[in-house]
């Protein structure tokens, strides 16, 4: 899959974290006032922008130029207390106990889990904080939802639903391994409003599909999907959306 592929849309349809998640985050001391976070797999500084209206003071970090290119030039105009730099984060380009809190907004899942988790510890001060934060829509909880996924699946037959609960435990147990001396689960259900045209711009900016597909394919599979919203809604609806969160401690 080509994440770079998916940018524009990435940038014009994703939308920021909901506020109930940053304000549970708090309650384990996370995205508070004046402290600095290192934000790892930030893309183009979703996540990061959300800690940053917070108070954070924010590094973030992704392996792909286009996404930093695009986070930096948003904060010309934003101005947020934010340093974003391109880098591998199964290496990060830091020192031992480094910082006290580090992020991962839906990216782990990119990511070696064992290896990142082991630079994470690393550059993690005692008794710091990683907050691995999976935020995605819910197939089963809307009819909307269903058609999109049988949608999606029809198109790209490699692709897999990733909701399945195994992978967080596959992921708490490489936490433990790590070193990691208390690992703490929660969840959000929220649900999201959009358009047609935000919904399907949504879809495309997904490596499932905009990351995937060829043009020629993409343009047959927005054409499905826009007929069928077109044709169920009334314009604008809600997507049921939930936020799993892993708090690893140090």
């Known amino acids: 899959m080509n994440l770079d592929g998916t940018a524009d849309e990435y940038l014009k349809y994703r939308h920021g974290y909901p506020a109930e998640l940053l304000e549970r985050l708090k309650q384990y001391s996370i995205g508070v006032e004046g402290q600095h976070v290192l934000d790892i797999g930030t893309a183009n500084g979703l996540f990061a922008r959300d800690l940053a209206k917070q108070g954070c003071r924010v590094t973030g970090i992704d392996l792909s130029p286009e996404f930093i290119d695009q986070a930096r030039q948003m904060n010309k105009t934003e101005q947020l207390p934010i340093d974003y730099l391109i880098g591998n984060v199964e290496h990060l380009p830091f020192d031992y106990k480094t910082y006290k809190v580090v992020t991962a907004a839906y990216c782990w899942h990119w990511f070696d889990s064992s290896r990142v988790a082991d630079e994470v510890h690393r550059v993690l001060e005692k008794n710091g904080r990683l ?3 999976d935020y995605d829509w819910i197939p089963y ?3 909307i939802a269903s058609h999109t996924q049988n949608l999606i699946n029809e198109f790209n037959h490699a692709n897999q639903n990733n909701t399945e609960p195994e ?6 147990n490489d936490l433990l391994k790590s070193g990691f001396s208390d ?3 929660f969840s ?3 649900m999201e409003p959009y358009s047609v045209e935000s919904w399907r711009g949504r879809i495309q900016a997904s490596p499932e599909i905009g990351g995937a597909l060829s043009m020629d394919e993409i343009d047959l599979f927005n054409v499905k999907l826009e007929g069928y919203l077109k044709k169920e809604t009334g314009g604008t609806f809600v997507i049921p959306y939930r936020a799993f969160g892993i708090i690893a401690t140090k």
């Open 167 to 172: 992978k967080y435990t596959a992921w708490e």
């Open 188 to 190: 959000i259900d929220v």
């Open 183 to 185: 690992v703490e689960t």
């Open 131 to 133: 907050a691995i934060i």
């Open 141 to 143: 909880m809307s009819s």
